[in-house]
């Protein structure tokens, strides 16, 4: 019943497009609506926030100030979460706790029908849920389990572990709360203040390169013209190992962004692979890259680069002139003049609108605005006001948007105003994709609706919602879903995306590899079918909403930017990346120039032509390997049988394993273009294709896949489907079968260093005092003598580790600064031991020793490629000066040897349920617990308080349908932990 208000309000407001505000004839016309169905209105309250709240500003907090943050999010949630009135207090419980589970390794939140269980080491207690009936009495629980543990792990001594302070829990409640909300409200810590800033600025600090995973790998996937990254040679495709000495294999990208920004000037050492087909990297002063080694495969080379972060100020819209314009090489001749321009934006952060007038106006200057591409592919969004003003530059009236906000009944409609200016007027082709998002769908949905574009590209992200950020005490920042926005046609596209007139569809025929089971995925997507191009239109050529699927082949990516073009008006166009030889943006190109000659129904035969075209590519492409895609119908019914074949059942990790697959044909008719794809919850077989194509009566067809097994795969037993498709829809039935992987064995880290003890300034800061530390200096300059750490580090696992790294990190706060805090060990085979030497300086904050319990120095130890890691905080014992009548002299012996797991019953294939998995922590001093992660939530927790060298534990897994990845992780009463990972597979 929404909608039919939206609908409504749409069809009145179309015909008179009055203001960018609420249309008050709009509103009589609902409030209409409303009297003559009373019943709506009541719901629309009900979604507007009705029901409800027993918490108010004004309530005195409970205990204080302790829990003020706790209060002041959930009264902002009451106030002005667009959904507020669909959240049900009794089911955030669970991802209110679950944020907290990973803050310490000893901690178990069992969440049950009626009662939650916490566990903290050995403590325990049960918290009736029975009673939560609203929000108020949800956040009064929250603070009384929360105070629980803050007390419990205050007396529990986890070697750094514990205490938990209420600030961090509170932090890791909440963000667990407004997760499962959606996936954009979120609460940021103070630190995080300087990029909340930049949220909407478009400016930030960093090292101006843009990144993505990508296979698992973290990869460059767009360089900031003349930032740090570019100048010091980083290339698009590389893949980030490491930021500083830590892995990136296990870290989320939120994570990897956050460690590669700091404050101008921050130093910040990247290592990185790079293809061996990739240019050498260029040094540039004032950042460094040293000399590459081989990968261990040998594929390649891992490249080391230290750069400094600085404030990058990237232009929103790049422009370039696509053909035609007043260009003096474009002067001469019979040919058609057409003048097409093409703009690139690539965000709606703060003076995007500024941008983008700029950008036509230098389109216009060179003539180039007759057509225009417009290029939002990879357009995350970013600020309304600025979204709406680049809409209202193409739109001469209309409905730009309508938004819902909390506490509002009635919609707000966004209009335009006419301007007269010719781009008001000129057509336009949109590119998009799934990283279109936001903003960009909002404008694209815009220029669609009121007939002002084409769009053509893949189904774009799908958000229609709006944020709102907030600055609350303390300097934290809540960011908060405060409002949703339909489209021009009243259509909700959250989580479902904008669909194109046109939907590109790549195809991937290289080497051995091909990706065209995507043509079918598409099209069940859409619901589009993978039909041809009509042969009429609408009456408004390509403007219809059943998408035309265009499948095309895939060109090979251009790296590096066109040379800039000159023009006789003396403009310069701004480069941009590859454009004269991106199949999308000459498609657009074509489009336009079809439409500029003969109106819109010629759109209709330049898809007809490409679609031809693109389709003998394929054809040519497949003739190459050997396979015949050529298609046809077929007067009878073809009989097939199929059959796989595999190498090896069992292989291990880094080797390789060959699929073959046979299709034999036992009819009379033939089969055309047979097709299997690989479904697998192992991303090593999921999406393995056989293009097996056309098959002749009494023929038998093969083709073999030879797969490598990534080094890092776990120990694995997986189902993998081969599904058949047939272009008359005569497929060979399914076949199933199961592979089986060994993880390579791994590497396990174990250290021993003599720490010297550091001197720190007396109490009463008198003449004893040492030199090195004065007192007059004070710590703020960071004066303390240079002290020397010398690490062993032993290898005392199964495995070779062949790159690994040793980083040392001080605790600034503490007054430790780490001068020397990085080395390499090279190749480390099971049982040999490397020496390398660590430097850092001590200045203390304050007089007197350290606590006992001081740990400012973390020490890591990771094997880059297989990601095993030891993590350990070092003690920082104090030496009073001579003539205090407390000297001690000398080093410390420092070690630590991690526990090791020992599984009792290996499982890698059950039904769903529950499992029983027994293991063994062994520890050179007190396993003192473990704990189980299933697909990373918490599911068992294990104390054991006896100080015994050895320790027996029993978990009970919940398994589901498909893979389930284990994480066992055993630690000790020195805080070093070790952990073992494999995958059920539930069936």
Not at 275 to 301: E, F, L, T, W, Y
């Amino acid at each position: 019943m929404e909608s039919i208000i939206i609908l409504l309000m749409v069809a009145f407001t179309k015909e008179n497009p009055v203001s960018r505000v609420q249309n008050t004839a709009g509103r009589i016309l609902c409030i209409t609506f409303c009297i003559l169905y009373p019943e709506f209105c009541f719901s629309v309250q009900a979604l507007a926030g009705g029901q409800p709240w027993e918490m108010t500003r004004e309530e005195p907090a409970s205990g204080g100030l302790r829990f003020r943050l706790t209060n002041t999010v959930f009264a902002h949630i009451k106030d002005y979460y667009i959904d507020f009135h669909n959240l049900a207090a009794t089911e955030v419980v669970g991802d209110a706790l679950r944020g907290i589970e990973g803050m310490a390794p000893n901690l178990k939140i069992d969440v049950r029908e009626k009662e939650v269980l916490v566990q903290l080491g050995g403590s325990t207690k049960t918290f009736d849920t029975v009673g939560i009936k609203n929000w108020l009495v949800l956040r009064e629980l929250l603070k009384e389990i929360l105070t629980f543990v803050e007390s419990s792990g205050s007396t529990t001594d986890n070697k750094g572990n514990c205490p938990l302070s209420t600030p961090e829990l509170e932090y890791a409640t909440l963000n667990g709360i407004l997760n499962s909300f959606d996936p954009y409200s979120r609460l940021y810590r103070p630190e995080d203040l300087e990029r909340i800033k930049n949220l909407g600025s478009g400016s930030f600090m960093g090292l101006g390169m843009e990144v993505e995973f990508k296979e698992g790998f973290l990869t460059v996937t767009y360089l900031h013209k003349d930032s740090p990254a570019h100048e010091a040679g980083l290339q698009l495709g590389d893949r980030i190992v490491e930021i500083e000495g830590e892995g990136t294999r296990n870290m989320g990208l939120t994570e990897a962004l956050g460690r590669m920004s700091g404050p101008q000037g921050t130093s910040i050492t990247l290592s990185v692979w790079r293809s061996a087909v990739s240019n050498s990297p260029i040094k540039k002063q004032g950042h460094s890259h040293q000399s590459g080694r081989a990968a261990p495969d040998g594929g390649g080379q891992i490249l080391s680069f230290t750069l400094k972060t600085e404030r990058i100020e990237p232009e929103p819209a790049e422009w370039a002139l696509l053909e035609g314009g007043r260009a003096t090489s474009d002067s001469s001749g019979d040919a058609p003049n057409y003048g097409l321009g093409y703009i690139k934006l690539k965000g709606f952060q703060e003076g995007a609108f500024y941008s983008m007038v700029k950008a036509i106006r230098g389109l216009e200057e060179v003539g180039g605005l007759k057509g225009l591409v417009l290029d939002l592919r990879n357009n995350y969004g970013g600020v309304m006001e600025e979204i709406i003003n680049v809409a209202d530059l193409f739109l001469p009236d209309g409905i730009i948007t309508i938004k819902t906000r909390t506490g509002e009944v009635m919609p707000e409609f966004v209009t335009a105003r006419p301007s007269g200016r010719v781009e008001e007027a000129c057509p336009i082709v949109v590119l998009m994709d799934g990283g279109s998002a936001s903003g960009a769908e909002i404008l694209s949905a815009t220029l669609r609706d009121n007939g002002r574009a084409l769009l053509v590209g893949e189904q774009t992200f799908g958000k229609a919602c709006i944020q709102q950020v907030f600055r609350l005490h303390g300097r934290h920042t809540l960011k908060l879903t405060t409002a949703k926005y339909f489209t021009p046609g009243g259509e909700y596209i959250n989580l479902r995306g904008l669909t194109p007139d046109i939907l590109l569809v790549p195809i991937k025929v290289e080497g051995d590899k091909t990706a065209l089971t995507c043509r079918t995925h598409y099209a069940q997507a859409t619901g589009a079918g993978l039909k041809p191009a009509p042969t009429g239109d609408n009456g408004e050529g390509m403007a219809h909403r059943d998408p035309i699927i265009l499948c095309y082949l895939e060109r090979k990516e251009v790296v590096g930017p066109p040379p800039p073009v000159e023009y006789a008006s003396g403009s310069k166009a701004a480069p941009v990346s590859g454009f004269q030889k991106d199949f999308q943006i000459q498609l657009a190109k074509n489009l336009l120039k079809a439409v500029l000659s003969n109106g819109n129904r010629a759109s209709l035969g330049v898809v007809k032509e490409y679609q031809a075209e693109e389709d003998s590519r394929i054809v040519k492409a497949l003739e190459s390997r050997k396979i015949d895609w050529s298609t046809g119908a077929t007067e009878g019914i073809p009989v097939s049988v199929a059959s796989l074949a595999i190498d090896k059942e069992e292989v291990e990790a880094g080797d390789t394993v060959t699929l073959t697959l046979s299709v034999e044909n036992r009819g009379e008719y033939p089969l055309f273009r047979v097709l299997a794809e690989g479904i697998s919850g192992n991303p090593t077989l999921n999406g393995l294709e056989f293009p097996m194509g056309k098959v002749e009566p009494g023929k038998k067809v093969s083709h073999s896949l030879k797969i490598k097994v990534p080094d890092d795969s776990l120990d694995r037993h997986d189902e993998i489907v081969l599904r058949f498709t047939e272009d008359n829809g005569f497929p060979p039935a399914d076949i199933v079968d199961w592979v089986t992987i060994w993880a390579h064995p791994t590497p396990l880290f174990a250290y021993s260093c003599q720490l010297p003890r550091v001197q720190t300034v007396s109490a009463s800061g008198g003449p004893g005092i040492d030199k090195a530390v004065s007192a007059s200096d004070g710590p703020a300059k960071k004066t303390g003598k240079e002290t020397e750490l010398l690490l062993k580090v032993k290898n005392i696992g199964h495995g070779v580790s062949h790159r690994n790294v040793v980083v040392l990190k001080g605790d600034e706060e503490a007054g430790v600064t780490v001068l020397k805090g990085r080395q390499e060990l090279g190749v480390l085979k099971p049982g040999e031991e490397r020496e390398v030497k660590l430097a850092f300086t001590f200045t203390p904050p304050g007089v007197g020793p350290l606590p006992t319990t001081a740990r400012p120095l973390r020490l890591l130890i990771t094997d880059i490629l297989l990601g095993a890691q030891l993590s350990a905080r070092l003690p920082l014992q104090t030496q009073y000066p001579i003539g205090t009548g407390q000297e001690e002299r000398g080093t410390e012996e420092v070690s630590g040897l991690p526990p090791s797991i020992i599984l009792q019953n290996a499982v890698l294939l059950a039904t769903e349920g529950f499992v029983e998995l027994s293991f063994t922590a062994r520890d050179d001093r007190h396993p003192e617990g473990a704990y189980v992660l299933v697909n990373e939530r918490k599911v068992f927790f294990g104390y054991n308080p006896e100080p015994t060298p050895e320790h027996t534990f029993t978990a009970s897994l919940p398994i589901t349908r498909g893979p389930n990845l284990v994480r066992i992780v055993a630690y000790d009463d020195q805080g070093l932990s070790t952990e073992k990972a494999f995958v059920i597979t539930g069936r």
